[in-house]
């Protein structure tokens, strides 16, 4: 059975390469399973989607714990503990990353001891401050890279899939995926079906005793604010939210009030915004009245940031 699993942020398209992805495999006759799984449904925030491909019924259900493929849309993932990149796999496992990095220096990084594969990142992708939508592109290299998808199944999927949104939509997610699908040409065939899990094996878990704590004490750890301050959710983001002071007129109960995590606290009646916390949601820079909040792509904040450090430990 093939396990694949695409890992990207919402918007980028992995529903829809699940869809094309089991759609060919369909085509080529096989039984399938294909399903996405997200949390935060906001774009930008992790989500993965899987697809499951046998000659014979399915009987597996729930998430794939021990993929065959991966394939990362966006590399910046690949850090992220609640994205789950990297849950599960062994060295059976092929990773395929989306990335302008070489294979090399993700090689290097991981550890990993089976296969990494890049898919090439377009220059215009890596110069845009929004999402490139990519999920045509990461179904065309996985169906090649089974080698058991033909491009006729893939181009027939990708037609069925996305025939409601029109025929400018379908010819470039079209040329998209069957530029990854050539690109991963001499790697065909190189994922290989992962074995049937055994139950034979299987212990019932024993049970464990859980003391009951009054409400007064353990409510707040479920229900109240501020209990996922380990939690850096400023992972997520792909754009920052950055204030202008210059701009700002200090009313600061307007974006402290809208943002949804709290993540703009108020110090001396002006906002400060705690980027570990803040996901880019950008519902600040719409509410602040004085146009004092832009937002910036994360990746150029980050490189000012290094700038800025650089100078300053070059001043001192």
Known sequence: MYRIRFHGRGGQGMKTASRILGTAFFLEGYEVQDAPRYGAERRGAPIFAYVRADRAPINER???????????????????????????ITEHTLMLINSAEKEEVWKERLNHSGTILTLPVAAEMIKKAELPYVGAACAGAAACLTGVITEASLEQAIREELAELGAAVVEKNLHNALTAYQSMAPHAGQVEEGSLVSADGYQVPDWIDLPFDDARISAPTIHAAATSVMVKTGLWRTQRPVIDYDRCKGCWWVCSSYCPDGAINVVDAMPVIDYDHCKGCMVCVAQCPSHAIEAIPEKQAQAMEEEASLATGEAT
Request: aromatic content about 0%; overall charge negative; charged content about 15%.
């Open 62 to 88: 729930g998430i794939i714990r021990h993929p065959d493929l991966v394939i990362v849309a966006d590399d910046s993932l690949v850090p992220v503990p609640a994205a789950g990149v990297l849950a599960g």
